[in-house]
């Protein structure tokens, strides 16, 4: 696959940090330690409630860790304002897609630009759809009436919009067939390898999620529990056991 | 027929008003889900600043009745929109994650805190405003009734089709109403586009109690008298209107407002003007057993 994985000295550009996050009184993440480097596509597994889409939504402040710190190219987001978060161009695909149903495409695509420069709308748009033509059909159609697989597009793209340095992406694959699947991860590489966007995912789909990533971790129970290159993950016996005994047919399938 | 048509005049006018301050119920339980149910008050509180400020305006000499108009047009609905927006940021802002029923209860104090506000600094009597725009036009001049069509319920009926108009507008094309679309369709999700959701939460509260001051204004003409108590009568029977025509829905809010005034008007005048506050009370009963989200609600509201 891609060329050599991007360094890991210097600032990393996302840092998590002794970071717990409660709902109401049951704790969700238990103290979890977590870098993402610039450049890097950083896949995160687990069981299900494992904590990861809590992750993923404490990095933006909601719910907001009660311990540890969050740190984006050095700087404390801890405590930011969630709409501030999202000004310092990390965007977010969330578990659910959370496309505005209401909304055509094209006002979903506007929402994610909120916080861009309008000077590059139409660059951003161009992009979005050339990763997702499907999109520049439907510009017009609610988003309620939208496919599973083309809110999935939409709520990448409304992300895009923002052009995010960093990118953060709750199981793009859930409930897509193989080839929408294949389509979204090829998107996701190319977003990285072309425009060198730093890219954090969640992913149930392990197999693709760790074959796609530079590194990988592992959560257990709002815990990191294994961490390392993607490839060295896919090879740990414990991970295949847990994560990939049901994916033996997409393996075989994988193999190119 | 005459008499029919008569009704028909007043109730669509009575309509107009009460629409417009059901914009500002349903368009707060649209993103917030909740009832502002001092939303009548600051009615009340928008009918008083513009008696005081066409009062005022008299007093220093200005007494085009036009251009006083548009003045206190603009005073009312300025200062209106300050106690909006005060009332939501120290009432409800600090509430917002609390309990459920925490805002609720914080807003029927602001309610009654408000009543006794302008009680106490304006006494409880009825204030009434010399009537400034007079005349209108016969429509039909039978000797059985005469039907007529005064230049306030012209004034009434125009500016509220024009400001719905410029409202519905500014909700549909603007960067704003898009915000606050996607507020009231996702609050989290608009705060991680980068939406600023409390400020949004604060234009939709100021919005809507400049529209309440508009329709405070209207009933000060049409009425020629205000009092402390016209915000909680009236607000009930806007909310009815929100409720009816599907809360959270604007074009809602406009037709349940109209219908409101029409049945109000109707059942005066041809049942008993004694019980006129029942049948607004019973609709809201019904509507809420039999049709509980309205003409134009929408069954799912997803509410995150
Ligand atoms: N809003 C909430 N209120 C209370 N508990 C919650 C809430 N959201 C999540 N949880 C709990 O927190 C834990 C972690 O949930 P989370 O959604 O982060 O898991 P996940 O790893 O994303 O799971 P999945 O793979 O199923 O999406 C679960 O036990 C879940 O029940
Ligand atoms: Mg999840």
């Known amino acids: 696959m891609s060329a050599a994985a991007p360094t890991q000295d210097g600032v990393p550009m996302l840092a998590v940090r002794g970071v717990k996050t409660y709902y109401g009184k049951i704790i969700a993440l238990k103290g979890v330690d977590l870098d993402v480097h610039p450049g890097e596509i950083v896949a995160l597994i687990g069981a299900n409630g494992a904590g990861k889409s809590t992750l993923m939504m404490t990095i933006f402040g909601t719910p907001r860790a009660r311990e540890g710190r969050i740190l984006y190219e050095g700087r404390d987001i801890t405590r930011l304002p969630t709409h501030e978060i999202a000004k310092l161009r990390i965007a977010q695909a969330p578990e659910g897609r959370r496309i505005f149903s209401r909304m055509t495409v094209m006002e979903n695509l506007q929402m994610g630009a909120s916080v861009a420069d309008a000077a590059h709308f139409e660059e951003d748009l161009a992009r979005v759809f050339r990763l997702f033509p499907r999109l520049k059909e439907r510009l017009h159609q609610r988003g309620g009436t939208l496919s599973g697989g083309e809110q999935q597009m939409l709520a990448i793209g409304r992300a895009l919009m923002s052009r995010p340095r960093l990118l953060l992406l709750d199981e793009p694959s859930l409930g897509l067939a193989p080839l929408l699947v294949k389509q979204i991860f090829s998107a996701i590489r190319e977003l990285n390898e072309r425009d060198k966007l730093t890219v954090f995912l969640v992913e149930q789909n392990a197999f693709h999620a760790l074959k796609l990533a530079h590194r990988g971790y592992v959560m257990i129970n709002g815990q990191i529990t294994i961490s390392g290159p993607g490839r060295a993950l896919l090879k740990r016996p414990e991970i295949r056991a847990a994560y990939l005994e049901g994916s033996r047919i997409e393996q075989v399938q994988g193999k190119r | ?304």
């Open chain 2, 1 to 304: 027929m005459e008499y029919f048509l008569q009704q028909l005049i007043n109730g669509v006018t009575l309509g107009a008003i009460y629409g417009l301050i059901a914009i500002g119920y349903t368009m707060v339980y649209g993103i917030i889900g909740m009832i502002n149910f001092a939303h009548g008050d600051i009615f009340m509180i928008g009918a008083f600043i513009a008696l005081i400020a066409f009062l005022a305006l008299v007093a220093i000499g200005v007494t085009a009745v036009p251009l006083a108009l548009f003045l206190v047009l603009l005073i009312a609905m300025a200062l209106t929109s300050l106690y909006g927006w005060t009332v939501e940021r120290f009432a409800y802002r600090p509430l917002r994650h609390s309990f459920r029923l925490a805002p609720l209860i914080s807003a029927i104090g602001m309610s009654i805190a408000l009543q006794n506000y302008v009680q106490i600094v304006q006494g409880a009597r009825v204030k009434p405003l010399p009537p400034l725009i007079g005349g209108g036009y016969t429509i039909i001049d039978s000797p059985v009734f005469v039907v007529q069509l005064s230049n306030v319920q012209i004034l009434v009926v125009l500016t509220t089709v024009a400001l719905m108009a410029v409202f519905s507008w500014i909700v549909a094309n603007t960067r704003l109403g898009r915000d606050m679309r996607a507020c009231e369709q996702d609050l989290k999700m608009a705060s991680l586009v980068g939406v600023n959701v409390d400020r949004t939460i604060s234009y939709t509260f100021i919005i809507g109690a400049a529209l309440a001051a508009v329709a405070g204004i209207m009933h000060l003409l049409y009425y020629g008298v205000v009092d402390f108590y016209i915000g909680f009568v009236a607000g009930v029977k806007a909310f009815t209107a929100a409720v009816l025509g599907g809360i959270g829905s604007l074009p809602g809010a406009m037709i349940g407002g109209l219908l409101i005034g029409l049945i109000e008007t109707f059942w005066s005048a041809y049942f008993s003007i004694e019980y006129k506050d029942v049948a607004a009370f019973s609709i809201l009963v019904i509507v809420l057993i039999f049709l509980p989200t309205g003409i134009l609600g929408r069954p799912e509201i997803e509410k995150v």
